[in-house]
């Protein structure tokens, strides 16, 4: 048989997709979020089985929790702020956005850090401790991959990398943000919120 | 050259290392599943470590990287594209993936780790295992759950946007539609299973020895629920992209279209969508999270397949005479492999075998032959693309009868066995179980003779510019393919763009 490629038309030179990383970050976001919408499952099949919840002794700081979703929901405006302005043209105001998004980021992991530090109890002291240090260690882990994102799209912008006329990865990176606070929403939601039954 | 192979971002090479690797791993399971047939005094603890190994490692470490392997390889080339959406991410699942199961198959090693099993039903026997092993064990497979998510992700991202002008989805070629629903799949049902693993890891290494042992608040209900919520859809992911490949080798043998091209794509989509009804089964440890839509959601899977065997079966009809090709035997085999695991299923409804060797059985033949006929007759049919020559008709027909003969001795000596009540989980020397040990035997020389064929052209891939006559845009290039993959595509005005070009071709 002769090659079926002899009454092919060229190919026409389609470029790469220019929504590739948005895509991306979408798929990223749906694991991310089953993976903290798992544990936040787990957490309450279990805290409807148990006894007592929380176990004896155990009050999570509301402050430090409400804290913790303010500060996030600022990022929510800041990294709208970042995509908005690169797409008007104002390079500055976007590095500026960025980089407040990325500090309050750094905050947030920071904040949530010191609440670990605060919590009487171990991971292996019941199924309570293991889930709240899971959910707390995977949020953590999301942020900080957030952060780096932010802060690959805060260099590749000051290196003209990303445009007005191309601004998608800081757009994929403010999306990838918005996936984070939506998992620390879930965490919040269960352990602060859902934290007496 | 070593560089080369380590740092490239070429998807037919990462496919193809994936491939190689895949089946090594494929051979130890071979061997584990081997001695657990033709030791009959291994002890308790012995036994279930090896049956774990067979089990979740040919699972998680062989058919799913195959299938993987093979969508890394031939999805872009299907699709009119010439290369990944992200490269080097499936280089980096690639490499993840590798040293993740060999790290896992070295926690397995000395003391091993104190479970037993992924279904954690046999947690810490007697205090056996050591906290390092137990580490590494859920470390490893952390490791192998997220490269599966990363190249998941990546095949999706590729059909999404790759595809070559004209190629819409509902032209997409069988194979890559089967891994854009298997990936989907993956991409939702595997993250539960890593937030279980991230538990198990946080309880493990912390010092906690009560999460998951029987008395405690939560226990393993947790532990069920994320492990089936990964585990159930995922039997039938890892025979999804074997339907597409099924279908496009029929379509292949039938030199035609599949005989209702709509009626195969959803009952394809509908396997994958029931795998995830099928989650809530009943285990022994929780059978609080029994639901009662298990059994019909179960069920309900025959229809969507049995769709499937009907458009194959009225595909070669109308053919009049199919071409002859291995690979069609081994779509025959994994058909005969079907019917009898639901007549085995029927049987059963007559004499209760939950736990027994029966069960064991038939999660062999489903679970693990089924998909494992289709895998290896799609590395038949697409072996002059991989490696530039055909694997051969001899040594396919020699691998058929090994495996798929292997599998039904196997399989009928537990279903014996577990019809005379012999429990699933225990090594046992009965009359049945010798009839077991044969067919696992053959297995594992099935599995030998196509690692070892595979393996010998993965090692010399040659160039050829015969085209053979496929009907998918795979074939509008030489094999295997330059680098860039094409050098011109044929316009893409159905699903099989190559069938339309033969006939312009015939007509004028």
């Not at chain 1, 709240?132 to 991959?145: D, F, Q, R, T």
């Not at chain 2, 906290?131 to 599966?148: M, N, P, Q, Y």
């Not at chain 2, 819409?168 to 194979?175: A, E, K, S, W």
């Amino acid at each position: 048989m002769s090659t079926p490629t002899m009454l092919a038309l060229p190919r026409g030179d389609r470029g790469r997709p220019t929504n590739g990383l948005s895509v991306a970050t979408l798929l990223a976001g749906v694991a991310e979020l089953m993976v903290v919408g798992a544990l936040v499952a787990g957490y309450l099949n279990v805290r409807g089985l148990a006894d007592r919840w929380p176990p004896k002794g155990v009050s999570l700081d509301n402050y430090l929790g409400t804290t913790l979703t303010i500060t996030m929901g600022l990022t929510i405006v800041t990294a709208e702020w970042a995509v908005y302005a690169l797409r008007r043209g104002n390079r500055r105001q976007s590095l500026g956005a960025l980089t407040l998004t990325g500090g309050l980021g750094l905050a947030f992991v920071n904040l949530l850090w010191y609440l670990g530090t605060q919590l009487h109890f171990g991971p292996a002291d019941h199924s309570y401790g293991a889930l709240a240090y899971a959910l707390l260690i995977v949020v953590g882990v999301i942020a900080v991959g957030g952060i780096g994102f932010l802060i690959v799209a805060l260099t590749r912008t000051m290196g003209d990398q990303a445009t007005a006329s191309d601004p998608s990865l800081v757009r994929a990176a403010a999306w990838h943000w918005h996936v984070v606070s939506a998992a620390w929403l879930l965490v919040f939601t269960a352990l602060f919120l859902l934290q007496h039954r | 050259m070593t560089g080369t192979w380590l740092t490239t971002a070429d998807h037919k090479r990462i496919g193809r290392m994936y491939i190689v690797v895949a089946l090594a791993f494929l051979v130890v399971g071979g061997v584990a599943g081997a001695l657990l047939r033709a030791q009959s005094d291994l002890s308790q603890l012995s036994y279930l470590r090896l049956s774990d190994l067979r089990a979740s490692g040919t699972a998680t470490l062989v058919l799913a990287p195959l299938w993987v392997g093979l969508a890394t390889y031939l999805v872009p080339l299907q699709i009119g594209a010439s290369r990944l959406a992200f490269p080097r991410l499936q280089s980096f699942a690639f490499w993840s993936y590798a040293l993740g199961g060999v790290v896992h198959l070295l926690s397995e090693t000395g003391a091993g780790p104190r479970v037993v099993g992924v279904s954690l039903r046999q947690f810490m026997l007697n205090g056996a295992g050591d906290k390092g092993h137990t580490d590494l064990w859920v470390a490893s497979l952390i490791v192998v759950t997220i490269a599966a998510i990363a190249a998941a992700a990546n095949l999706v991202a590729t059909v999404l946007l790759y595809r070559t002008d004209g190629m819409t989805l509902g032209r997409l070629p069988m194979f890559s539609w089967a891994t854009l629903v298997s990936s989907t799949g993956t991409l939702l049902a595997a993250p539960v299973f890593l937030a279980g693993l991230v538990l198990l890891f946080i309880d493990q290494h912390f010092g906690g020895h009560e999460f998951f042992a029987a008395g405690t608040v939560g226990t393993q209900v947790i532990w069920q629920h994320m492990l089936w919520l990964y585990g159930r859809p995922d039997v039938y992911l890892l025979v999804v992209p074997g339907l597409g490949a099924a279908s496009d080798i029929v379509a292949h043998a039938a030199d035609r279209p599949l005989a209702n091209l709509n009626a195969a794509r959803t009952a394809i989509a509908a396997v994958g969508f029931l795998a995830f009804g099928a989650w809530a089964a009943g285990t022994k440890v929780a059978s609080s999270i029994v639901l009662p839509t298990y059994s019909g959601l179960t069920a309900a899977v025959v229809i969507p397949l049995a769709v499937l065997v009907l458009v194959w079966l009225d595909t070669l009809r109308r053919a009049g005479r199919p071409r002859p090709d291995v690979s069609a035997s081994f779509v025959v085999a994994f058909i005969l492999a079907l019917a009898a695991a639901g007549l085995a299923a029927g049987v059963a409804a007559i004499k209760p075998v939950d736990g027994s060797a029966w069960s064991a059985g038939q999660l062999d033949l489903v679970a693990i032959a089924a998909p494992l006929l289709l895998a290896v007759g799609a590395l038949h049919y697409w072996g002059a693309k991989l490696f530039g020559r055909p694997i051969g008709a001899a040594a396919g027909s020699a691998q058929l009868l090994l495996l798929f003969g292997g599998s039904a001795v196997m399989a009928l000596g537990s279903y014996l066995a577990g019809w005379d009540g012999q429990a699933g989980e225990v090594a046992a020397s009965d009359g049945f179980s010798r009839i077991a040990e044969g067919g696992a035997v053959l297995v594992l020389l099935g599995i030998l003779a196509t690692a070892a064929s595979v393996m010998a052209r993965a090692a010399r891939v040659t160039a050829s510019d015969a085209a053979e006559a496929g009907l998918t845009l795979e074939w509008a290039t030489t094999s295997p393919p330059p680098a860039h993959n094409f050098d011109a595509i044929p316009e893409v005005r159905s699903s099989t763009p190559l069938g339309d070009l033969r006939a312009v071709e015939a007509s004028a």
